[in-house]
């Protein structure tokens, strides 16, 4: 497949405001940006021109695809077969393979233990009189999901018999996972790519702390446990030896309190615990994706410096203003965007240093958490 040279427009679909960064990159380097979202998701104010439509509009899409030179989806709202036909409408660098296992959590699972790659018991249910002995067979708690992807549906955590009317709705509309929890010791990040001429890199692993089921911050380090790094990397190959394509891969791990990975989530979808500057890794983030993304191949992504990722939420932008203004040392993302997910990142804030246990003292007495 041939390369995308600048000058070319790039249609992205999806709404994720982590686009603007990709955006940003793309009008650096000479590339016209086309951005195709619906009503609710966050508005890329540096798109060169904007579609408003609906996902599963499958006409609307062709014409979106029909006027740029290469289509990129960031989002799992747009079933196969949609993307497969929009990929005879213009260029499409990403894998079909991977886009069903992202929005099909059936698919996910069987892919995993096929490839040996642990999960937690789980099983699949379409109708509510099914969910009692599926749940005394995998214990609690339990996570309830849609089996498909569905942008308003973020899961339930299931504690016992006594389900509330959420859960008889969720299950009484669409066949829905249900997946063991693993009490996790530590949770990991890896993004893995592969372009078109089967070029592989591995993104810095991070670690990520969450606190309360949000992602606190991430920390990229030299000195990870190399037993870990090294399990975590063999998931990595494992992945990229299953899936055809060039494409980039998220995958979501924890570890369990018997030290055993288990894989959370596999994704096509970027992640924002990687959003490297150039500073932390040999080349940003952005600047990785988007060669992706137009064919020109991926680049070396070995970590510079120790790196801490810590993502902006909106209840924390009068902290982050006041930062930006204390840290001059700390490199501050704010993505141009309006509207969009309450719950989402609106920007992240990258420390650099030599080592991550600094970087992380000096980030919890700043106060931004406070």
């Avoid at 982590?18 to 009008?27: D, E, G, P, Y």
């Avoid at 037993?227 to 369990?256: D, F, H, N, P």
């Avoid at 909106?314 to 204390?326: D, F, G, P, Q, V």
Wanted: hydrophobic share 40%; with cysteine.
């Amino acid at each position: 497949m041939s390369q995308l040279l600048p000058g070319s427009s790039i249609g992205i679909i999806g709404g994720d405001p982590q686009i603007s960064s990709i955006v940003l990159m793309a009008k650096r380097l000479g590339y016209r940006i086309h951005h195709f979202r619906e009503e609710d998701e966050a508005k890329i104010l540096l798109a060169d021109k904007e579609v408003i439509g609906r996902y599963q509009d499958r006409q609307a899409l062709f014409n979106f695809a029909m006027y740029v030179d290469t289509v990129y989806i960031l989002t799992n709202a747009i079933e196969i077969d949609t993307i497969v036909a929009l990929s005879g409408k213009s260029r499409y660098y990403q894998s079909f393979e991977l886009a069903e296992i992202s929005q099909n959590r059936m698919v996910e699972k069987l892919f995993l233990e096929e490839h040996a790659i642990n999960v937690a018991p789980y099983g699949m249910i379409t109708s509510i009189g099914e969910l009692p002995s599926l749940l005394s067979s995998i214990g609690f708690p339990a996570m309830l999901e849609t089996n498909r992807f569905h942008k308003n549906y973020k899961g339930m955590m299931l504690y016992d018999h006594d389900m509330d009317d959420q859960v008889f709705q969720l299950v009484e509309e669409q066949s829905c996972m249900v997946t063991a929890f693993v009490p996790a010791q530590r949770h990991f990040s890896i993004t893995i790519l592969r372009d078109y001429e089967d070029h592989i890199t591995i993104l810095p692993i991070t670690e990520d702390i969450y606190v309360d089921g949000t992602l606190k911050y991430s920390i990229a380090s030299k000195r990870m446990n190399p037993e870990w790094v090294g399990e975590l990397r063999t998931i990595a190959s494992k992945m990229m030896r299953s899936i055809s394509g060039s494409t980039l891969v998220s995958i979501q791990v924890v570890m369990a309190k018997n030290g055993i990975f288990y894989i959370t989530k596999v994704d096509q979808i970027p992640l924002i615990q990687h959003q490297f500057s150039s500073k932390q890794m040999a080349h940003s983030f952005s600047e990785v994706l988007l060669r992706l993304s137009t064919g020109l191949g991926v680049l070396e992504c070995s970590l510079v410096e120790e790196a801490l990722i810590v993502p902006i939420y909106r209840e924390m932008l009068e902290k982050a203003y006041i930062l930006t203004i204390l840290k001059p040392h700390w490199e501050f993302e704010y993505f141009q965007v309006e509207g969009g997910n309450p719950g989402e990142a609106v920007g992240v804030i990258r420390l650099t240093g030599a080592s991550s246990v600094d970087l992380v003292n000096e980030l919890e007495l700043s106060g931004l958490h406070d």
